[in-house]
């Protein structure tokens, strides 16, 4: 029995030892518990016991939906697991489902919804009046250099694949940390960087063709 297995067995038996807890759940971060917790009560009123960390198979101390999903063999109606999921929806990744005991969601945090750029630009004029910035120029042009790149990773869901092009790389596409030069007239010398950086990375890599 691996350590992954043996941590499933020792979460399916908390509800059997302690019938106050309906199930165990393996969130991937300890900010999630809220929210699946209310959405948990409103199908099925109760108290549930949540764990954010967990053991890797090295024995490291682990969180993330990577480190979710590394129980997906061993779930039940005891032990499930709950997600976020935007890329993986992208890729149509199967199994993720009430059938797999994965609870799932995407669209929903934080990010997504204050960092939409019409609330955004409300947001910001509201706390800065008559800034000339405009979160509505910038994300758009932001968006179309990152167009390109989103699509090779949603495409690069094999193995063989992913070593060509996946999330690190995704990332190293984007420069962090712009200067106030670099942000005037709308982000346009950040958005020049973006460009380079962003087809310097992707240069390395050779073409592919993309699924149907």
Known sequence: MNRIEDQANYYKNI?????????????ENTDDINFWQNQLKTVLPGEYYFIAFSRSASGAQASGCEQC????????????????????????????DAEHFIAHTYAYSWENHYCEKNYLQERFNQ?????PFSFISFLNSFSELLYNPLVLLVNSD???????WNI???????PLQPSREELADNG????????H???????????YPFKE
Not at 158 to 164: F, S
Not at 197 to 207: A, E, R
């Open 127 to 131: 706390k800065i009046e008559g800034s």
């Open 15 to 27: 509800p059997l030892r302690n019938r106050k807890f309906k199930s165990v759940i393996h969130v």
């Open 197 to 207: 950086v962003s087809m310097k990375h992707s240069l390395h890599y050779p073409q």
């Open 158 to 164: 094999t193995p063989e694949l992913n070593k060509l």
């Open 69 to 96: 999903l590394r129980f997906r063999p061993y779930l039940n109606r005891n032990f499930f697991i709950c997600i976020d999921s935007d890329l993986r929806i992208l890729r149509h990744e199967t199994g993720l």
């Open 168 to 174: 690190k790389k995704f990332n190293q596409c984007i």
């Open 188 to 195: 346009k010398l950040y958005l020049k960087k973006l460009r």
